[in-house]
Nanobody, 128 residues
Framework: QVQLVESGGGLVQAGGSLRLACVASTSTFGNYAMGWFRQAPGKEREFVAAINWSGLKTDYVDSVKGRFTISRDNAKNILYLQMNSLKPEDTAVYYC?????????????????????WGQGTQVTVSS
């Protein structure tokens, strides 16, 4: 069982920045591919970004490319999402998720069904 706890959300003006963090309670954090998802009011939860076990491979939804950066620190068991140039449409609850993977796995996953563990979420609100 892996517990994930997000932090770093808040209220920010459009154009501002936030850095989300997700701490994982496992001694084998490096065995997991990680992802960030978000859910806006009245909408389904959607994929935002993913990163492989080593941090060398990343994937982003088109709407955040060039603005958001996913990274990880395997020594500290922490996943990050640096969010710059925030827009009101980025307002949502942001969730981190973990997927048990292997070093040979080539494809990062965008489907929620592919992830095994989820955090409780952190609210991000961007005002115009």
């Amino acid at each position: 069982q892996v517990q994930l706890v997000e932090s770093g959300g808040g209220l920010v003006q459009a154009g501002g920045s936030l850095r989300l963090a997700c701490v994982a309670s496992t001694s084998t954090f490096g065995n997991y591919a990680m992802g960030w998802f978000r859910q806006a009011p009245g909408k389904e939860r959607e994929f935002v970004a993913a990163i492989n076990w080593s941090g060398l491979k990343t994937d982003y939804v088109d709407s955040v490319k060039g603005r958001f950066t996913i990274s990880r620190d395997n020594a500290k068991n922490i996943l990050y999402l640096q969010m710059n140039s925030l827009k009101p449409e980025d307002t949502a609850v942001y969730y981190c998720a973990a997927r048990l993977s292997t070093a040979s796995e080539l494809r990062l996953r965008r489907s929620q069904r592919d992830y095994d563990y989820w955090g409780q979420g952190t609210q991000v609100t961007v005002s115009s």
